[in-house]
C-alpha cells in the first residue's frame, strides 16, 4: 500500500502564531485530503486537495503532486484548532485509501 | 441537511459475541467507507462501497469481519466472536463520489469487548 507520513508528530504553539504541517507519500495519487480530529473525536473535512493550492479562512494547503507532498498551513492560531490533523491519500481505481498517523497540534492561550 | 448516522454510539459486550454496526450516509452520496481508530492511532481502512458494486474486501482485518450495503444507502459492519482486539473507534464516511469527491465522517461508534 501507499506508505503516508505526517510530521511534525506533536507540535505545542502560543495562540496567534503560524504552523506549517506536511504529508509525505510514497506514490502517485488523485485523492487527497486533510481532515481535523478535535478532542471530542469527531473528523472534519479541511481539504480535498489532490495537487494546487486551497485557502479556506485562516487555513490553507498546498499539494505538490509531482514531489508527492502537502502542506497544510494554520496561522493565526486558535485554542480551537487544538486536536489531530490528518492527511489521507487514496487511489481511485485502487478503492482503498490510506492515513498518515497524524500531527497532533496544541494551542495554549 | 443531516450528516453521517452511526448507531449506536457506544457498545459494550463481551467477547465472543456477535456485532452490528450501522452507518446512514448523506442523502445522496454514493460512496460509503468504514474505518477503524484504536485507541491514540491513526485510522484504518476496511471496506469501500460505491453505490450498488460489489467491495474490495481484502482490507478487513479478519475473516470475522463482514459488511454490507443494502439499496446503495445504509451499511451494517459485523463482527463475529468479537475478540479484545477488535475494541476501538468504527468510523463511517460518505462521500459523493469515490474518487474525486471530500469524505463527511459520522460520530463513529466506540466498541468495547470485555
Known amino acids: 500500500g501507499i506508505q503516508v507520513e505526517q510530521s511534525p508528530p506533536d507540535l505545542i504553539l502560543q495562540e496567534g502564531a503560524n504552523s506549517t504541517l506536511r504529508c509525505n507519500f510514497s506514490?502517485?495519487?488523485?485523492?487527497l485530503q486533510w481532515f481535523h480530529q478535535n478532542p471530542w473525536g469527531q473528523l472534519i473535512n479541511l481539504f480535498y486537495?489532490?495537487?494546487g493550492t486551497k485557502q479556506n479562512g485562516r487555513l490553507s494547503a498546498t499539494t505538490v503532486a509531482t514531489e508527492r507532498y502537502s502542506l497544510l498551513y494554520i496561522s493565526s492560531s486558535q485554542t480551537t484548532d487544538s486536536g489531530v490533523y490528518f492527511c489521507?491519500?487514496?487511489?481511485?481505481?485502487?478503492?482503498?485509501?490510506?492515513f498518515g498517523s497524524g500531527t497532533k497540534l496544541n494551542v495554549k492561550p | 441537511g443531516a450528516g453521517v448516522s452511526q448507531s449506536p454510539s457506544n457498545k459494550v459486550t463481551e467477547k465472543g459475541k456477535d456485532v452490528e454496526l450501522r452507518c446512514d450516509p448523506i442523502?445522496?452520496?454514493?460512496?460509503l467507507y468504514w474505518y477503524r481508530q484504536s485507541l491514540g492511532q491513526g485510522l484504518e481502512f476496511l471496506i469501500y462501497?460505491?453505490?450498488?458494486?460489489?467491495?474490495?474486501k481484502s482490507g478487513l482485518p479478519s475473516d470475522r469481519f463482514s459488511a454490507e450495503r443494502t439499496g446503495g444507502s445504509v451499511s451494517t459492519l459485523t463482527i463475529q466472536r468479537t475478540q479484545q482486539e477488535d475494541s476501538a473507534v468504527y468510523l463511517c464516511?460518505?462521500?459523493?463520489?469515490?474518487?474525486?469527491?471530500?469524505?463527511?465522517f459520522g460520530d463513529g461508534t466506540r466498541l468495547s469487548i470485555l
Open positions: 489521507a491519500v487514496g487511489l481511485y481505481n485502487f478503492n482503498k485509501f490510506y
Open positions: 462501497f460505491q453505490g450498488n458494486s460489489a467491495p474490495d
Open positions: 486537495i489532490p495537487s
Open positions: 506514490d502517485s495519487v488523485n485523492n
Open positions: 464516511a460518505s462521500s459523493l463520489d469515490a474518487g474525486y469527491q471530500p469524505q463527511h
Open positions: 442523502s445522496g452520496h454514493t460512496a
